[in-house]
């Protein structure tokens, strides 16, 4: 890959099309389906090969949610946009009763207090 991305989206159920837009604005845009950091290294060319990215310490699954001014390498910084796959509300599209962790407390019996 020729062109330095430095901004960049993990491809998931929950990616919205107006991510990249409200994230990044006009700037370009790179999306991956990587889900390791050694990996999208390679990818984005910073480093020639994942044992190479390793080695500089660029390893670990990518963090969900917004990674701000990661450093890729000695002279470039990437930010890096990877929604959580657990957000209920992205993958049925409705929104999320606020009150539903309170209705859970309400099943459960009461604890017993000591005297």
Do not use: Y
């Not at 990877?82 to 009461?110: G, I, M, T």
């Amino acid at each position: 890959m020729n062109e330095i991305f430095q901004n960049i989206i993990v491809r998931g159920p929950n990616v919205r099309d107006g991510d990249a837009k409200m994230l990044f604005g006009d700037e370009p845009v790179h999306f991956t389906d990587c889900k390791t950091m050694e990996h999208l290294m390679k990818e984005l060319g910073f480093f020639p090969s994942v044992s190479e990215a390793k080695r500089a310490g660029r390893e670990g699954p990518i963090p969900f949610g917004f990674t701000d001014d990661f450093k890729a390498s000695k002279k470039r910084r990437i930010w890096i946009w990877n929604p959580s796959p657990f957000d209920v509300q992205a993958f049925n599209k409705e929104p999320r009763e606020p009150a539903s962790f309170f209705k859970l407390h309400e099943r459960l019996p009461p604890l017993d207090t000591p005297s």
